[in-house]
């Protein structure tokens, strides 16, 4: 893969990353402690999995594409995932206006 495209991927993937830990803070207070325990183990093992399975691999090739979070030189443009989750809490406000919520 190109170093665009795995630019491309490392900011995919922490976007995601960032989308799910937003999710879970949202749900946090508005369900009981058991059901967020269950969100939390599995929205867990999916970015246990993110990290593993993409984000460790492509780091280990690319060290220039490791983000100074994780102790490499990649200067990761923060705004890109405060962006992401802005957007996408307007769709899921839209969304929820079209179902009448």
């Known amino acids: 893969?190109?170093?665009p495209l795995l630019t491309r991927t490392v900011y995919l993937h922490l976007i995601v990353s960032a989308l799910l830990n937003n999710h879970l803070k949202e749900i946090q207070g508005n369900v009981d402690a058991e059901e967020f325990d269950d969100f939390r183990r599995v929205t867990g093992k999916i970015m246990g999995e993110?990290?593993?399975?993409?984000?460790?691999k492509i780091w280990?090739?690319?060290k220039e594409l490791n983000p100074t979070l994780?102790?490499?030189?990649?200067?990761?443009?923060?705004?890109?995932?405060?962006r992401a989750i802005v957007?996408?809490?307007?769709?899921?406000?839209?969304?929820?206006d079209s179902i009448g919520q």
């Open 1 to 3: 893969m190109e170093k």
């Open 50 to 56: 993110i990290y593993t399975s993409v984000l460790a």
């Open 60 to 62: 280990s090739e690319h």
């Open 70 to 82: 994780m102790g490499g030189d990649f200067e990761v443009d923060n705004s890109v995932q405060e």
């Open 87 to 96: 957007f996408v809490e307007e769709l899921l406000n839209h969304l929820d």
